[in-house]
Structure formats: structure tokens, C-alpha cells
């Protein structure tokens, strides 16, 4: 069974675009997560979210928010995207400490 | 900046070698943890490490934590040609939210 799973898992699309990645997680977690991965593997932290209790990075542009429409779901929306978008954004959940990552959806933007 | 930094940022060795990992970081934390990446993949859980600990060991993996350093290592014993994989610190630090940080870490190839 999936544990932490984002869809999809390839994105590509042109400058200026609005596009968003679901993210579900069937752990029974309170906390979920968004993170950015870019070409040369750093891993950023963009948002927490637990509870309707929202943390954000505040290096994150507010062209990206996340929407958690249940407890088992936190889904990213990108607005006008830009070139410097492209890397691979995973989701992760948490109870009590370590996360549990998704597979990953590589943003390509054209 | 990085909170984590690893050393190396890469490593090759030969099967049945230990390898060792080390990551530093800068501010006061709850605890350290280890994911492991395999190529085009998702981040894997290895083994956390309280703020109050000093060493932990999860089957072929120990991992040490110096807090009057700031300092981490992993070490994998009789490494396998499977370990073959990105190691990355990540450090949950104290007002963050549950939030981790992570160094930039270790690309690790052990060759059979």
C-alpha cells in the first residue's frame, strides 16, 4: 500500500502557467509537508502544515500555496510560473518525528 | 544557508567497506535524522537521534550525535552495492515547526 502518494509524476508546461500536484498520505498523520529539490539535490522545506496550522518558509513566493481540503491531503498550486520553478517537489508526512516521503513530481517549466 | 552541511559530498568505495558520513549544523535542535535517497526516488527514513543522545545503531547503521559540536556521523558497516544511494542529515531544530532542514548531502557509491 502506498503510504505517501503525489500525483503526477511528471509536469511539464510553459512560463506563465497555473498548474497544482495532489498529494495524499493514508498514514493517519497530523502533519504534512512540501519540500523543493533542485538539480544539484539541495532539499528545501516550503511549507508545514498541520492541523489548519499553516508554517511557511519565507523564502517561498506567494505565487505557491498549499490547500488541504482533509487531514489526508495537502496539494501544491503554483501560480504564473517561472523558469526557476523546475525541480522536483516531494510531499512528506509526520506523527512523531520522521517523515515519510512521496515519490516526487518533476517540474519541468518551458 | 545550509543548516546541515555533509562531508563528504562524495564517497566511493568497495564492497564489504565501511562508510562514513559526517554533517554538521549551526543552531540548537530536537533532534537529527537520516534519509537515504536512491536515484529519481523519494526520501527514505534511516534513523533519528534525540538532542539527548549520543549514539544509536539500526542494523548495519550507527549513528553518532555531538551537540557541544554540532556534529553528526553515520557510519554503514559491510557496505553492499544496494547502499548505493544519496545520504542526507536533516536536523529539526528547536521553534521550527517540526519543520526539518536539510545539508546538501552524500552521494555514496559502493562498488561490488
Redesign the interface.
Known sequence: DTA?SQTPKYLVTQMGNDKSIKCEQNLGHD?M?W?KQDS??????MF?Y?NK?L?I?ETVPNRFSPKSPDKAHLNLHINSLELGDSAVY?C?S?LL????????TRLTVT | SQQGEEDPQALSIQEGENATMNCSYKTSINNLQWYRQNSGRGLVHLILIRSNEREKHSGRLRVTLDTSKKSSSLLITASRAADTASYFCATDEHNAGNMLTFGGGTRLMVKP
Not at chain 1, 544539484?40 to 522545506?45: D, M, P, V
Not at chain 1, 518525528?97 to 516526487?104: A, D, H, I, N, V
Open positions: 505517501v502533519t509537508y519540500y544539484k539535490k539541495f532539499l528545501k522545506i508545514s498541520n496550522e508554517i518558509n516531494f512528506a509526520s518525528g520522521e517523515q515519510y516521503f512521496g515519490p516526487g
